[in-house]
């Protein structure tokens, strides 16, 4: 099924999009398991999406989380507690994009 998919879409050129989008849907990563796991537990986050857009190797991340324990602190300060609490992570991907709001 795969390979007709992919004889289809090289026609429109939009393979390695959606190849990739294949790959990464199927199953999570363990640094994106663990990143889930850590941001949940620390910050019990009303909404969480952790996606790797490096293209499936595990490289950079975007994270997008909305909690309480956020308000009243600055972006910047929003932002720390998050790399803080990914600190070891960190240590071994290339880049983070991270994206933080209250609850409504």
């Known amino acids: 099924m795969l390979s007709s998919l992919a004889r ?3 026609a429109s050129k939009s393979v390695p999009q959606v190849l990739r989008s294949l790959s990464t849907s199927a ?3 363990s640094t994106e398991e663990r990143i889930v796991a850590k941001l949940t537990e620390r910050f019990s986050p009303s909404e969480l999406a952790v996606q790797d857009i490096s293209g499936g190797c595990g490289s950079f991340f ?3 989380i909305a909690s309480d324990t956020f ?3 600055s972006t910047v300060k929003q932002h720390k507690l998050v790399t803080q609490v990914l600190k070891q992570e960190i240590l071994g991907i290339h880049g983070l994009q991270i994206k933080t709001t209250i609850p409504p």
């Open 8 to 10: 289809q879409l090289t």
């Open 27 to 29: 199953s999570q990563s």
């Open 62 to 64: 975007a994270i997008k």
């Open 71 to 73: 308000k009243d602190l």
